[in-house]
């Protein structure tokens, strides 16, 4: 058992939603070309870092330990790795190596955000992970080293670090801020199960291949709308233009989503749309008060596991705690 020395730093970090998601065609080195609008919101993980000892020896994995905190569902003890194949445990690879230092940190993540709910949870925790431990070692690396390992790490980790409302272009990392001084009330309604983003990736891949003139895969329109919607701070505008490419593969591989987007429209929210890869969708409502009153309508309806009343835009990732700057 590796003992802790000295005190945890903590760091919170929002999920994200897709406001607008366009995804190009599939290019030669298996990727898709993306402009997507995220908003940040205040669903949150919990990243602790706390520094071990005695360091490992030779014969020991060469990276840091990763735990679950808190109240873990079976399912997403089965889903979230505890090896090199966590995000967190990459960013804390790439941290280290650019500190010249070894990753001999034990990692905590207590989770809220679904996990693969298309929210970004694993890039979230990543995020976190890079805060928390330039925090915890005290490296001067400054804001746009910080955002370059984060584009190392995954294309969702920049963002989860910048927070608000941003503009992203190639896989997601290259960011903009936009102008949002608004605050949106969202409902999000939470699935039971989770959705591969590669195999959703490739269903819609396998649409637009199989698409005929007379059935076409629709996409979405420009984004400059979008960020007009946004930075007026108008919901019903906002409601109008919410457009996901992936929308019609997530709802091709999980037919139920359908009758999710539905029962949040008929409960009065203004539109709705699937985050990210889904099978999370997120609702867009008028104001505060009528996002309650959909979430607690659509809670009713049995057609999602749990509903979460969220706004956004919310600061990306922020120490909580054990800041020595502080
Ligand atoms: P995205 O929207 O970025 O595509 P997602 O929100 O759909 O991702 P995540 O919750 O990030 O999905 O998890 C996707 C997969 O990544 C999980 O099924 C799990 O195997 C793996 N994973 C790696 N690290 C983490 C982490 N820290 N938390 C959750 N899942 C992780």
Redesign the pocket.
């Known amino acids: 058992m590796l003992s802790a020395v000295g005190p945890p730093v903590t760091v919170r970090v929002p999920?994200?939603i897709n406001l607008h998601l366009a995804v190009g065609d599939l290019r030669a080195d298996g990727y898709h070309d993306l402009v997507t609008v995220f908003q940040a919101l205040n669903l949150f993980?919990e990243i602790s870092v706390v520094s071990t000892h005695p360091r490992r020896g030779a014969d020991h994995a060469d990276g840091p330990d990763?735990e679950l905190l808190g109240d873990v569902s079976e399912a997403?003890r089965a889903?979230?790795?505890l090896d090199g194949?966590?995000?967190?445990?990459?960013a804390a690879v790439a941290l280290a190596e650019v500190a010249d230092r070894e990753p001999d940190v034990r990692i905590g993540?207590r989770?809220s955000?679904?996990?693969?709910?298309?929210?970004?949870?694993?890039?979230?925790?990543?995020a976190g992970t890079l805060l928390a431990l330039s925090t915890l070692w005290r490296l001067d690396l400054g804001r746009e080293a910080l955002m370059q390992v984060a584009a190392q790490v995954?294309?969702?980790v920049a963002f989860a670090l910048h927070g608000g409302t941003a503009l992203g272009t190639g896989r997601g990392e290259n960011l903009v801020p936009v102008l949002s001084r608004h605050t949106f009330h969202w409902v999000v309604a939470l699935s039971d199960h989770?959705?591969?983003?590669p195999t959703?990736f490739g269903e819609l891949d396998r649409l637009r291949a199989a698409a005929t003139a007379e059935s076409p895969v629709r996409r979405v329109g420009d984004v400059e709308p979008v960020l007009e919607a946004v930075a007026s701070g108008e919901a019903r505008s906002l409601a109008l233009l919410l457009g996901n490419d992936l929308q019609a593969a997530a709802v091709s591989l999980d037919p139920g989503l359908r009758r999710t987007l539905r029962a949040g429209v008929a409960a009065g929210a203004l539109a709705g749309v699937v985050?990210?890869?889904?099978p999370?969708c997120v609702f867009l409502c008028a104001d505060g008060p009528d996002a309650v009153r959909v979430a607690a309508e659509l809670a009713g309806a049995g057609v999602c596991r749990t509903v979460r009343v969220a706004h956004g835009p919310v600061p990306g990732a922020r120490v909580t705690d054990g800041d020595p700057a502080r």
């Open positions: 999920a994200k993980d990763v997403d889903a979230v790795p194949s966590n995000l967190v445990w990459k993540i989770k955000i679904p996990v693969a709910g298309g929210m970004a949870g694993g890039s979230a925790d990543a995954g294309s969702d989770g959705l591969s983003t959703v985050s990210g890869s889904g999370t």
